[in-house]
């Protein structure tokens, strides 16, 4: 069983930076999949980016640039961040961090992940 807790959010002015921790207990020894959601107001969830077992990570074309995911290993699990730069009002929403153990099938390509965060709010002022 893998336990997600998402932290970090708040409300933030346009062009400040934000970083969103994704703490992960259980599985500590498993291969991996993790990755950040994003669901905006009125808007579906999207994937923002995909971090593999082992630790790449690729970034939805909204995110290249301003976005960077970080993954380390801690006694307890592991840890997920998001830094988010130059924040823009589009980039508000609620940021969800999802996980998946790899037992050879590969990450997901979708939100078919199996454990999920409750998500942090990210808001932005302008």
């Known amino acids: 069983q893998v336990q997600l807790v998402e932290s970090g959010g708040g409300s933030v002015q346009a062009g400040g930076s934000l970083r969103l921790s994704c703490a992960a207990s259980?599985?500590?020894?498993?291969?991996?999949?993790m990755a950040w959601f994003r669901r905006a107001p009125g808007k579906e969830r999207e994937v923002v980016a995909r971090s593999d077992t082992e630790g790449r990570t690729t970034y939805a074309e909204s995110a290249k640039g301003r976005f960077t995911v970080s993954r380390s290993n801690t006694k307890n699990g592991r840890t997920l961040s998001l830094q988010i730069n130059a924040l823009q009002p589009g980039d508000a929403g609620i940021y969800s961090c999802?996980?998946?153990?790899?037992?050879?099938?590969?990450?997901?390509?979708?939100?078919?992940?199996?454990?999920w965060g409750q998500g942090t709010q990210v808001t932005v002022t302008s």
């Open positions: 999802a996980a998946q153990i790899n037992y050879g099938a590969g990450c997901p390509i979708d939100d078919r992940y199996s454990y």
């Open positions: 259980g599985g500590t020894y498993l291969p991996m999949c």
